[in-house]
């Protein structure tokens, strides 16, 4: 199978490394975005998102003329689709599953659609969408015919593949990963495979469309169950006055033991977000899935009252002092270190609501991205954990864990350390 010309839908986190490397394997490929701003920017030779050795890529993919970005799907003889899939609310339920991008895009590249193309959603999914994805392009193309209707003789293929790669490193493993691919059909499979195999050196293990949505979710769920343990672990320890960096050190000696580390909650657009499509679907079988979500949607709030404390701490230590008179700094916006994305980011949900509600000066501080990329100002670390009354460390920025910023760190009263920057 030729794929002399790809299409990748959607330029964000996943869409553009993705396209950067399938362009470093000396094919054709025409990446898709709304956001002028990022178009532009990619056809430059340079890069709207963080993520080490992305420009690199992108620059000598452009440079080399096999990558370029538009803002309208273009024909082309394979689509891969990575596009947000957000929630929204419906009947009193906050998690229900926002499909509106994917409906979007797959409707935009029906237009475009020959017989022999494939089309490739990467969007993690709640089970079903691929299939949606599907009637949704039939619908816009009733010249085209499609496996939902034609099975293995249908001129379209169509296949879910999800990402499985992690922020800070997607580049390498866009390659070495295995990936899942689930065709709608046996050829659809076949065609995906194909596809994947131009540069991925990971095994392309193939399954069903529905069975390949529901690993990613079950992957992702399977984490953040891990972590909700390591996160209630924390509060029950922090009650009781033992440290959860001591006790997690000790446990995990044991040889079939290995607990997660705590954090402030859980961010980014998998974790935080996939386990609600299968509550979503399966809301009486999901309980252990989401109370998982349950606890670590509270850790949060559960910051934010540590830190209210170490403020009211403060003005009993100083009684010539008001709520005012007292700053703090939030240290990390982004939802995981070293990176810029801040997604889900319970570290800049815990940060805007500290901002919002503490009378006295808050410094934020987050070195990966620019001033004006969030609504407020951001200050120098050096500068917010001089002067902060109160420090509360959300991320573990490399940055943060330079020796003179954990000195200055170890000479505050107050600092609230929810990564164990501290204690390592």
Known sequence: MNYDTISVIGLGYIGLPTAAVIASRRKCVIGVDVNQHAVDTINRGDVHIVEPELDIVVHAAVKEGYLRATTRPEPADAFLIAVPTPFKAENGNDHVPDLAYIESASKAVAQVLKAGDLVILESTSPVGATEQMAAWMAEARPDLTFPQTHGEASDIRIAHCPERVLPGHVVRELVENDRVIGGMTAKCSAAATALYQIFVEGECITTTARTAEMAKLTENSFRDVNIAFANELSIICD????????????ANLHPRVNILQPGPGVGGHCIAVDPWFIVSETPDE????????????????????????????????????????ISVACLGLAFKADIDDLRESPALKIAEDIK????????????????????????????????????VVLVDHKQFREEQIIALLKQKSNVIDTRGMLHG
């Not at 006055?241 to 997690?248: A, G, N, R, Y």
């Not at 899935?289 to 910051?303: F, S």
């Open 286 to 325: 999901a309980r252990l899935i989401r109370t998982a979500r349950e606890v670590n949607d509270y850790k949060p709030q559960w910051v934010i009252d540590k830190v209210n404390e170490a403020v009211g701490k403060t003005l009993i230590d100083r009684p010539n002092k008001t709520a005012s008179d």
């Open 356 to 391: 919002e509600r503490h009378p006295g000066k808050v410094f934020m501080v987050e070195p990966n991205i620019e001033e004006g990329e969030t609504s407020s100002s951001l200050s120098e670390i050096s500068d917010a954990v001089s002067q902060a009354d109160v420090v």
């Open 239 to 250: 009650k009781i006055d033992i440290s959860i960096w001591e006790l997690i050190r000790l």
